[in-house]
């Protein structure tokens, strides 16, 4: 919403000027705050952790994965960035082929790039095959005697290389997981809170029929204040906490952060935010398209709102 934006400002200052409560306390602003938020996302999605950081965010994501289905292993997508904890750079290819290695209960499947990657624009369904090539994957670890717990990936792969995956692709990859006994968890960290301009979340790109069981969010949420969070469904909540070791964190929700996340979203909706990332993506896009036209060294201008590459080319 923009370099110190006043209202911002002022909601934090006036929050910090009160007892600062951790979160083992109520305090109106979470629950106002997660009331807000899930009028944001689909019904389903009613269950809300709040942290400090999309790297806790996508770590806490797995954790409740792995509780609900009993399951290890996690499939992702190629050259993705999950977050900097151990946890995560073990599911982000574009951090562990320079560490560790790949881990044993780690699936890497194609990204669904249809400029570069393996099915591209003139394939005749590249939707059902980038899927398959998910669905090839579970019967391979199934085989080894592996079970999926997630597929993981940010609803636009951006250290991927800004990547719009075709519609319907989710659904397809979430059909094969949920028959595996997995979940869907879409990473949100980068490209949620209305950057994709007709939308307010990117998973939404890819239809009306899609939710996802977990979300994920960072970076926007706070406007530069360390604030994320976890929205999930009651039944994948109800299953983590059937383990009796409740979910705590000291500074997640507390209401300094609280009264940022909304004067966050009053902003967004006040200035008309998501309008404006429509727009000037439109004539972003249509400027980088007329230079596409000059330079053949542009390969490929996409993008969706603010959300936008340049693919260059040899």
Partial sequence: VGHCHPDVIKAAHEQNQLLNTNSRYLHDNLVDYAERLSKTLPEKLC?????????????????????????????????????HLTSLIDISPYKFRNLGGQKEWVHVAPVPDTYRGLYREDHENSVTAYADEVKKII???????????????????????????????????AEHVHKAGGVFIADEIQVGFGR??????????????????????????????????????????????????????????????????????????????????????????????EQQIKHPIIGDVRGCGLFIGVDLIK
């Fill in 196 to 289: 994709v301009g007709k939308h307010f979340w990117a998973f939404q790109l890819q239809g009306e029929d899609f939710t996802p069981d977990i979300v994920t969010m960072g970076k926007p949420i706070g406007n530069g204040h360390p604030l994320a969070c976890v929205a999930t469904t009651q039944e994948i909540a109800e299953a983590f906490a059937a383990t009796g070791v409740e979910y705590f964190n000291t500074f997640g929700g507390n209401p300094v952060s609280c009264a940022v996340g909304l004067a966050v979203l009053d902003v967004i909706e006040k200035e008309h935010l998501q309008a404006h990332a429509t727009e000037v993506g439109n004539f972003l896009m249509k400027i980088l398209k």
């Fill in 139 to 173: 019967e391979h670890a199934h085989k080894r005697g592996r079970k999926i717990a997630a597929f993981f990936a940010e609803s636009l792969p951006s250290v991927g290389g800004q990547i719009i995956p075709p519609a319907g692709y989710f659904q397809k990859v």
């Fill in 47 to 83: 269950i809300f952790y709040f942290l400090n950081s999309g790297s806790e965010a996508n770590d806490l994501a797995l954790r409740l994965a792995r509780q609900f289905t009993g399951h290890e292993d996690v499939i992702v997508l190629d050259h993705a960035y999950h977050g």
